[in-house]
């Protein structure tokens, strides 16, 4: 028990030495300097922030993971870019039926690959959403290639000066979604009773199902609700990053370190992990070798897992035996 304590502490103690060496070295920068970083960061935190929630909503409903997650978001960008710039169509149009096909995509994965395993355990489910991950991924490599795309700005590429930093008009794009997302979740989970059933068949699906609530049909939607977030988040992404078809490994990875930051099946909490993942990660590429801000995520995902697994806003669950 003691080395337990000691292992913790040593680690709290890092944490805390990394964190405010982070801290200095921005603030001893120009202010502005520090300042570009923070927004950048808050543009990537938002993407990782909506990719964080899909694993939330499917957690929380139906306590597994989906490691396919981050193809939803790269089908979602490769879609806009195949509707809107080869197809022609006006981007508002190749946003509503990106999202919708990504959205068919995911309700039909879950009735597919997901449904017939409910009897199953939790980790069989998990192996067979990293399977869906690598169809996805190759089934994408198939039909659009190995070569990124490009899809046009929303509101022009024209950078805004604000405080002595610059930042592209697509941000403010993504700083909306993100907020109107945050908020319909929010309301679809705790305002509606469809929403209240979900978690409640995620908490006790026999005792949900004696007053109609079906743990098949809240499954269907979190998965529907997931699917959208994530190509959400794959298109409003995608001009300010390339499309490819490898995009959502990283993507899901960074989302899945977002949402256990912040507590997985907690809403604030992965919109808090996000923002706080993203800021973190343009710091650390602005100190050191941009090479290295990839491992930010997977460094904070192993402090949390053993200092904190619950996450910065998540709550402990007791376990009977």
């Known amino acids: 028990m003691g080395r337990a304590d000691d292992r913790q502490r040593i680690l709290l103690i890092s944490s805390a030495i990394f964190i405010v060496l982070v801290i200095t070295l921005t603030l001893s920068l120009k202010r502005s300097t520090g300042f570009q970083w923070i927004l950048s960061g808050l543009t990537v935190g938002s993407i990782y922030a909506l990719i964080a929630m899909g694993f939330s909503v499917i957690y929380s409903s139906t ?54 395993l409910k009897e199953q355990s939790v980790i069989a489910v998990i192996i067979v959403t990293i399977g869906l991950a690598i169809f996805l991924r190759a089934l994408a ?34 700083f909306g979604f993100t907020v109107i997302a945050v908020v319909l979740v929010f309301i679809f989970f705790n305002r509606t009773l469809v929403g209240k059933g979900i978690r409640a068949a995620a908490m006790n699906k026999d005792a949900a199902s004696l007053v109609g609530v079906s743990s098949s049909t809240s499954s269907l939607l979190a998965w529907t609700i997931a699917a959208a977030l994530g190509a959400s988040a794959g298109i409003v992404i995608a001009p300010i990053n390339f499309a490819a078809y490898n995009v959502g490994i990283m993507l899901g990875l960074k989302g899945f370190t977002a949402a256990v930051l912040g507590g997985l ?57």
Do not use: C
């Not at 508002?92 to 995509?105: A, K, N, P």
């Not at 070569?147 to 794009?173: E, H």
């Open 63 to 116: 306590r597994v993971i989906n490691f396919a997650q981050g193809e939803f978001s790269m089908l979602g960008g490769m879609l806009m870019y195949s509707i809107s710039v080869k197809g022609g169509v006006p981007p508002w149009i190749g946003f509503i039926l990106s999202v919708l096909i990504v959205t068919l995509v995911g309700a039909g994965l879950e009735r597919v690959a997901i449904h017939p």
């Open 141 to 174: 490599k198939w039909i659009w290639g190995t070569d990124p795309v490009k899809i046009a700005s929303f509101s022009g590429d024209k950078p805004l000066r604000f405080l002595g930093a610059s930042i592209v008009p697509q941000s403010f794009w993504v």
């Open 265 to 321: 099946g907690s809403f604030p909490g992965a919109v808090a992990g996000g923002l706080v993942l993203g800021v973190l990660e343009m710091i650390t590429a602005g100190v050191v070798p941009s090479g290295y801000k990839d491992a930010v995520a997977f460094v904070i995902l192993i402090l949390v897992l053993l200092i904190r697994p619950q996450g910065l806003l998540g709550k402990s669950e007791d376990v009977k035996v």
